[in-house]
């Protein structure tokens, strides 16, 4: 490839490699993302008391891909102002797992739904002035904004390497069987991830849950009757699970769409300083944005949930040099293909909840790795330490002792009691109104 394609080409977004070069490198783009992208499906799907196999949580499962693969081509083949035209990569956010279970378990499916809708509109609307607001997250926002969605989901992982949640308090819960299968992904991964180059090691992950799947069919712990019963090809549903509008849940949600967005326009800037050697332009911060908020609404249409920018994918841009983002183009047809074949998801729903709890043990991590690295490069003088501390004690305590709140209105109860959101609040209020240090 290198002798055949010049470095002006590879920096260029409109350059279409030919098929045989093209083809690998948009698969490899999925399998980088294609468990993180439809794992927020299970977590929400579970929380909602689907069991695994269950039609609904299959449905989750493909709407992930669908409009995985839908955002993506807003971004990369775009429309009017919307999309960036960028090689961009969209999936399933992390970032509003920690909003989205309480909503689920006080409000139930259907204001969550209506709550996604809402946040998506509102997503899209700071398009229109995503470049004035940058400057409200710094790294030390964003960092331990990501920092703390990574300590928020920690728990979830071992609960589900542990067996789950339906087996908490009982002897089955944290039973070997279970822990030994988590362990199968997370060694599993380990290896591919820093023993091999290239394609497998991009599907390090995935390569892992599939390893533990095969060990738990030799253990005789999968049901295949879900894929037998699933079929071939599944048109969405519009308001599959009904939509209703829960104050609590329109703001937690709303309020995270914002961070997303910031988070959007950093993988934009990832993408063109290092794959193209500049900065981005305004056009493109405002396209990646506006595709980023309706990608998300129209989601919430047919029981999907909120899609950003798939960070992973950065980093696979800057290895490979390759930024057409044709390439990624090949790679969201794939996601939509996998979408429309409910055989895909029923697959995936017949795992084992410890081989998937050995998955998310390792994304959570990383996640909490990343806004660690994103922190790296805070000065850490006395007024951003007293904006770290205050604002993680705060909203990390306040998750954990939910009963301080319990003279609160029910609505602010739950907002405050989601860890994330008083975080994000308070660190870009501090950062705001604290004055600068030299």
């Not at 060694?187 to 992950?205: D, E």
């Not at 981005?280 to 899609?307: H, I, Q, V, Y």
């Amino acid at each position: 490839m290198t002798q055949q394609v010049t470095a002006e080409q590879l920096r260029n977004p409109e350059f279409k490699p030919p098929l045989a070069v093209a083809i690998p490198l948009g698969i490899q783009h999925v399998l980088a993302m294609f468990v993180s992208n439809f794992t927020p499906a299970i977590i929400i799907g579970l929380a909602a008391g689907y069991s695994f196999g269950s039609p609904n949580l299959v449905y989750m499962i493909q709407m992930a891909m669908l409009f995985s693969g839908i955002a993506t081509l807003m971004q990369t083949i775009s429309f009017g102002p919307v999309g960036a035209r960028l090689p961009i990569m969209q999936g399933t956010s992390f970032a509003f797992i920690p909003v989205m279970i309480p909503a689920v378990k006080t409000a139930g499916m259907g204001a969550l739904f209506g709550g996604i809708i809402i946040g998506g509109a509102v997503h899209f609307c700071l398009g229109f002035f995503i470049n004035k607001i940058r400057h409200w997250l710094p790294p030390l926002v964003t960092g331990l904004i990501v920092l703390t969605i990574g300590l928020t989901l920690l728990p979830v992982g071992i609960k589900y390497a542990a067996g789950g949640v339906p087996l908490m308090g009982k002897p089955e819960f944290g039973a070997l069987s279970h822990w030994g299968l988590a362990m199968v992904v997370i060694v599993v991964t380990l290896g591919i991830k820093f023993f091999t180059k290239g394609l497998f090691s991009s599907a390090g992950i995935l390569i892992g849950l599939i390893s533990g799947y095969i060990v738990a069919v030799f253990m005789g712990i999968v049901n295949f009757g879900g894929i037998a019963k699933a079929g071939w090809f599944m048109i969405p549903e519009p308001f599959k699970f009904g939509v209703e509008f829960d104050l609590a849940t329109v703001i937690g949600i709303s309020l995270m769409a914002f961070v997303s967005a910031i988070e959007t326009v950093g993988d934009i800037s990832g993408i063109t300083k290092s794959g193209a050697k500049r900065e981005p332009k305004n056009r493109e911060l405002s396209g990646g944005t506006f595709a980023d908020g309706l990608g998300s609404l129209l989601a919430g249409f047919f029981g999907g949930l909120p899609n950003t920018s798939f960070s992973q994918n950065v980093g696979l841009i800057s290895l490979t040099g390759m930024m057409s983002r044709h390439v990624v183009t090949i790679g969201a047809i794939f996601l939509i293909v996998c979408g429309l074949i409910p055989k895909v998801g029923a697959v995936v729903a017949s795992m084992p909840i410890a081989v998937l709890g050995g998955g998310v043990i390792m994304m959570f991590g990383m996640v909490a790795a990343a806004g660690i690295n994103i922190l790296a490069d805070v000065t850490w003088n006395r007024r951003n330490m007293v904006i770290f501390a205050l604002s993680l004690s705060i909203g990390l305590g306040l998750q954990a002792v939910p009963e301080a709140l319990q003279h609160l209105p029910s609505t602010l109860k739950v907002l405050l009691s989601t860890g994330l959101l008083p975080v994000a609040i308070l660190s870009i209020i501090l950062n705001l109104v604290l004055p600068k240090e030299e």
